[in-house]
């Protein structure tokens, strides 16, 4: 049995997966996490530890395996994780929709350059990205600084915690802005800049390298047996993309997760001209571009929840009038956290436009759904000017759950949209990376091309993309409207 981990934002999604890439059983476990200021989010690494055990726990006495062969961890990227010289967490994680580095992103775009970021990392910065964090830390924790003997990310820590191996992977480690993503190594300079030595960072691997074994006090804690292997594991976009089979060069995936991400593989490492997508290594030894929204499935919820009170979420889009799709006066800019691709801009914030005494509730429902759309395709428009031509692409996420949903994707994108038969992302991918570090596969792309099946596949209609289209152009105009409004 191989299992797969999905350390997220709100909760840990574990699977179990036999050798012929069957689900058995998949648990969930929710952990808190903490806005202590606007525009601020930080969770404690000790919940993502005791949340995966006993996610695991609950996994062995479900299933009724006790034998792992391997663990993969698919995480969270860009947290911020510190430990002191006696391993223990010197502050709260700072996470990946954590906004508060404005003045170190500035610093870092404006002062030391854009240019010069890209040229030693592949990347230019964004205030959610790990450097701008250690900076923020060095400057306004500078006790907290001082006692820095290791930074990892999330699910690293998960690793550590569980083997005692220090090791981060190349697709995670390419959303920090302290790799040189094109040669796979550490950035001497952005070490430097950031006031910190190549001591205090992981080992680099592939996402599917061995890096050690569960220790066996965990083991008997968890009442497994057997010598339970740890891969290096992946980003969880990157897991996310192994999991949809979005593996080998020129594939498409699409993420509607708390974030939301449009996800362009390739063998070769390239950028576009103004490093408004990522470009980052990929779980599977290759290279993406990646362009990623801070809020997606995350502005659903919040309406729901926060603005209607109401948790019917498939009987609320169940009311929204399929035949106007498409003509809606509605707007809705999905930017409650700031925004990240293709902006670059921390301090905008979401907004309805459009609205009149005839606006229902679900006009303003089917405005969120479209404006996560529309701006996902903000990024693809990106690609699409590098000459990147994608007609189809894989989707997940929690997001991924609603017809509705994916046929807007599908006509506002204007692509074909297959659906796997398992939507586990990132915890699918990371059960896959391990049974090909354990050998069970000779590679990702062979175990992705046996495990990963497609059952559905959802065709854009040239007239509702017709009518998608004249609703991008007018959503394209927006941004640049209300943007200054908050910088003041």
């Not at 292997?229 to 498409?252: L, M």
């Not at 606006?359 to 990024?379: I, N, P, W």
Request: aromatic share 8%; hydrophobic share 40%; net charge negative.
């Amino acid at each position: 049995m191989y299992i797969g981990v999905d350390l997220g934002t709100s909760a840990v999604k574990l699977l179990a997966m036999n050798k012929d890439g069957k689900i058995l059983k998949t648990v969930s476990v929710e952990y808190p996490i903490s806005f202590p200021q606007s525009g601020w989010s930080e969770q404690n690494p000790e919940d993502w530890y005791k949340g995966s055990m006993e996610g695991i726990s609950k996994l062995i006495a479900e299933t009724g395996e006790t034998t792992v062969e391997g663990i993969g961890v698919g995480g969270q990227m860009h947290g911020l994780v510190i430990l002191d010289k006696d391993d223990n967490v010197i502050r709260p994680a700072i996470l990946w929709n954590d906004g508060r580095t404005t003045e170190e992103t500035d610093y870092l775009n404006n002062v030391i350059g854009k240019d010069k970021l890209s040229q030693y990392t592949g990347n230019i910065a964004f205030a959610g990205f790990t450097a701008p964090k250690v900076l923020w830390v060095k400057n306004n924790e500078p006790e907290n600084f001082a006692k820095i003997e290791k930074i990892m990310l999330p699910k690293d820590y998960l690793v550590y915690r569980l083997t005692g191996a220090y090791s981060s992977d190349y697709s995670d480690a390419s959303g920090m802005l302290l790799m040189d993503v094109e040669h796979k190594c550490w950035s001497k300079e952005m070490m430097e800049i950031c006031g910190i030595s190549h001591i205090t960072m992981p080992e680099l691997h592939e996402s599917f390298d061995v890096v050690g074994s569960v220790k066996s006090d965990i083991c008997s804690e968890l009442g497994i047996s057997g010598d339970v292997k740890v891969v290096a594991g992946a980003g969880d976009n990157a897991a996310a993309a192994v999991g949809t089979g979005t593996v080998g060069p020129g594939k498409c995936n699409l993420s509607l997760g708390t974030s939301g991400t449009i996800f362009i593989t390739s063998d070769k490492f390239s950028v576009d001209d103004k490093n408004s997508l990522h470009a980052f290594a990929h779980a599977d030894g290759g290279y993406h571009l990646m362009g990623c929204m801070l809020s997606a499935a995350s502005c659903n919820k919040w309406f729901m929840d926060e603005i209607l009170r109401d948790s019917e979420y498939a009987a609320n889009q169940k009311k929204i009038d399929v035949n106007k799709l498409g003509e809606n006066n509605v707007f809705f800019l999905p930017y409650l956290m700031g925004e990240r691709s293709p902006h670059n801009d921390p301090l905008v914030r979401a907004c309805f436009l459009g609205m009149s005494m005839d606006t229902k509730r679900e006009d303003m429902l089917q405005a969120v759904l479209e404006g996560v759309a529309y701006g996902l395709r903000d990024s693809l428009e990106v690609a699409r000017s590098l000459g990147i031509e994608i007609t189809t692409s894989n989707i997940c996420g929690g997001g991924n759950k609603s017809p509705l949903w994916r046929k807007i994707m599908a006509n506002v994108m204007n692509i074909k949209l297959e659906i796997q038969e398992n939507d586990e992302g990132p915890a699918l991918g990371g059960a896959i990376l391990a049974a090909v570090g354990c050998g069970d596969f000779e590679s990702v792309n062979a175990a992705a091309e046996k495990i990963v099946n497609v059952v559905e596949v959802v065709e854009p209609d040239p007239e509702l993309v017709t009518k998608y289209e004249e609703g991008y152009k007018a959503f394209k105009k927006l941004y640049p409207v209300v943007k200054d409004i908050w910088r003041r």
